[in-house]
Every structure is written in C-alpha cells, then in structure tokens.
C-alpha cells in the first residue's frame, strides 16, 4: 500500500509564499514586541500531564495529545486507568509552560518579567477556517506587576504590533472576571455554578439573549435568577455607559475599584493608541480558561467574524506551582488567523529585495558558469536575491512557477550566443 502524502488531519504543510509572510510577520512582531521591553523565551513542546490537566485550561483540556509512558515504565498488563499508561502531553496552549518555566527560573528573571513566547501548540479539536490541530501561538506575558500598567502595556504593544502589519478598525473587547460574578451573585446563582453560567452566557454571540435564557432554564435554574439576569443585558443594551450602568445596579456585590480599574485601562489606552482600533467593553466576554482572575480582553476583527486573539490576569496560577501567587498578565495573538486574513486580502511584504532568476542552459562552458555565479553573488552583496537554476526543456512553464513564488526579473544564459 502507498504511503500517504497528505498531512495528518488538522495539519498543514506551508508552501514558500505562506512562509515568506510568516517570516515577515514574525520579524515584525519580534521587533516591536521588544521595543516595549519584552524579551524571547523557549519552553518544550511537552509538558508533565498533571500540569496540563490541572482543571486551570478549561475545555482545552479534553483536547490534550496524550504521550504514552515509555520503556519500562509502560506496563500494559497491569494497567488499570489512564494514569498508568500516559505521563505526558503536546502543549495545548503557551500559558501553562510559561508559568511552569517562571516558577522554575524566577531567581534568574527580573521582576517584573516581560517574556514573549512563540511556538507551535497542539489541541485535538475539529478543523475549521482558521483553526488548526497545529497551530503557532504568540504570547506576550508580564509577571510581577500587581498594577493594571500591565494590562496598558500588553494592549498597546499587542495592538500596535497589529497596526504594523496593516489592520485597521478592529476592537479590544474588554471585561473583567469579577464583573461576571457580580452579575452572576446580583442574579441569585449559586456561586458553585458560576461556571456553568458563563459556559452559555459565552454562546451569547451565537444564540442572542433568548437563546441564553433557553438553555439557563434546562439547567435547571431558578426563572427569578434568570429573569433578573437578563434584565441586567437589557438595561445594558440601552445604557450609554455600561461600566456607569452595571456600577449603580451591583453597588454592594461589586467593588468600585474593579470598575475604576476597568475605566483607568480604557482610557489609558484610548488615549495613547498608536493604531486605529476602538475599546470596547463587553459584558458577555468570559474567556473560556479557569484561570482568569480579573481583567480579560479580545481582539474582534470584522473580516474575520471572530475573535483574533485574547487574554487576561491570572493571579493564581504560578502559586499552583510554587505555594506563592504572583501576580501575571498575557495577551495571545491569534498568529494563523491573521497570517489567514493577510493572505486572504493579497498582502505584500514592504520593501521586500528585488529578485532575479538566473536560468542557465545545460552546457554552458565553465568559465561562462564561474562568470555568472561570479555576478549573481555580487548582486546577492548588493541586497538583491539571486536564484540559479538549470533551464528547463519547457522554460515558459518554468518561468510561470518561479513567478507564483515572487521571482519577477529573468536573465538567461546560453551555451552558445542567441543569433
């Protein structure tokens, strides 16, 4: 039987002119990333699977690529539940590996610790436009700031980046963890399942307000809960202010300092933005990880019709690993989406080297081919980009395919001068 040549479900291989633009695009986001401070680490593609299996990366965590124990310590005989068989998993997102990394590296690190992230991750999740089962991530993290100057930075280093590479018009989603609560507590759900009120309140975009009350009542909660719960969308709906609004209506449940704080990163931003997009907060955002602590955000791109990357405060997750708690914020850009949406609306390089394609007809007597390479590495030293190849019998064709990958001059050179 033949060996197959497609890749495997979920997965893609990258052709040159995808690679290009995902060099370009990398590039980019490194160089701004580090003019706001923050600097490149590596962490391995696998992780210990109690550390991936946590209850911290919600529904993220039924979609782990399990690793078998190996040697002798797999016992298949005696195996009795998946614990015995598995010890290991592909990451299935940056976040876990980065605070696993802090917690083991923090004597060596400053304080705060600006790290920036880049690297493949793996969810066993259906395929879809823009979704992938491997995937490169992008996140950018600052550990040990307590002060929402973290979540100002992470917004205008994220969103600049993004106005570097062409996007325009987007929005910044942003709410808070505790506001959801407050919401939730106001409406008379039990704190036990907030959770599960945030599960559906997130399908929100999808089903509308009534579909969101529908599935409240299957779960069985109580119709007074849900009613005053949707009273609060509502009101929301009409209200100028929504931070103003949600302020009056939860005063004694909700603290006015996570609302000033809400407002000072608003502003703060909106101020000094140096790309084109609009804050906006939105009640509904939950952010499907357990580990948000306070703030959470989103990046809404019209053309994609979704979100484009995400983030938020997670206060409580390296004290999983250490006994202390740090205080750590990280913002994710969704790198194949955009790499998806710059392809998709034809984007070309900036000031990207001329390229020359040198075709030499077989037989060109040696001296001629040293005097060619001669001159093509003068132009390479130049900053051009030379490719040298053999002609082919059918050099039209030829042509055609080196132009699809960018060549757009020629030279020719034959064994015998063109009469």
């Known amino acids: ?107 060596q690190l400053p304080t705060p610790f600006k790290a920036l992230q880049m690297g493949n991750v793996w969810r066993a999740d259906r395929p879809q436009r823009g979704r992938y089962r491997q995937f490169m991530q992008c996140d950018i993290d600052i550990l040990g700031e307590p002060s929402n100057l973290a979540e100002i930075e992470l917004i205008l280093a994220t969103t600049t980046t993004l106005g570097k590479l062409g996007f325009r018009n987007f929005q910044i989603r942003i709410n808070e963890r505790r506001i959801l609560k407050a919401m939730a507590a106001y409406s008379g759900f039990p ?138 914020c990280g913002f994710s850009i969704g790198f194949e989406r955009i790499i998806l949406l710059m392809m998709e609306n034809g984007f070309q390089i900036p000031g990207k080297p001329k390229k020359i394609a040198y075709l030499i007809e077989k037989g060109v007597a040696g001296e001629e081919l040293c005097r060619v390479i001669a001159e093509a590495q003068s132009q390479r030293a130049d900053g051009m980009q030379v490719l040298i190849a053999r002609m082919n019998k059918n050099k039209k064709f030829q042509k055609e395919q080196l132009m699809k990958e960018g060549w757009e001059e020629f030279k020719e050179f034959y064994r015998e001068p063109l009469k």
């Not at 590596?42 to 993220?60: F, H, M, R, S, W």
């Not at 009056?248 to 704080?261: Q, R, S, T």
């Open 1 to 107: 039987m033949a060996l197959s040549k497609k890749p495997v479900t979920g997965m893609k291989d990258i052709l040159p002119a995808e690679m290009q633009l995902r060099d370009y695009v990398i590039s980019v986001i490194k160089d701004t990333y580090g003019k706001f401070g923050f600097t490149s680490i590596e962490t391995p593609c696998v992780e210990n699977i109690a550390n991936l299996t946590n209850k911290q990366g919600g529904d993220n965590e039924k979609l782990i690529f399990k690793i078998m124990k190996r040697g002798e310590k797999l016992n298949l005989e005696n195996a009795k539940e998946e614990a015995d068989l598995v010890d290991g998993g592909l990451r299935y997102d940056l976040t876990v590996p980065l605070v696993r990394f802090y917690s083991n590296n923090a004597s």
């Open 191 to 328: 704190e036990e399942s907030f959770d599960t009120v945030f599960i559906i309140l997130d399908k929100m975009d999808k089903i509308g307000l009534d579909g969101v009350a529908a599935e409240l009542k299957e779960c069985g909660f109580s119709e007074e809960s849900i009613n005053k719960y949707m009273d609060l969308f509502r009101g929301l709906e009409t209200a100028q202010d929504g931070l103003g609004y949600l302020a009056g209506k939860l005063e004694g449940v909700l603290e006015a300092e996570v609302v000033n704080n809400l407002r000072e990163i608003s502003d703060s931003v909106s101020a000094t933005k140096a790309a084109d997009f609009e804050m906006v907060f939105d009640p509904t955002l939950v952010r499907g990880m357990s580990y948000y602590t306070g703030t959470i955000f989103e990046i809404a791109i019209p053309e994609f019709g979704g979100s484009c990357g995400g983030g938020g405060r997670y206060d409580k997750m390296v004290g999983k690993f250490t006994g202390s708690d740090v205080p750590a």
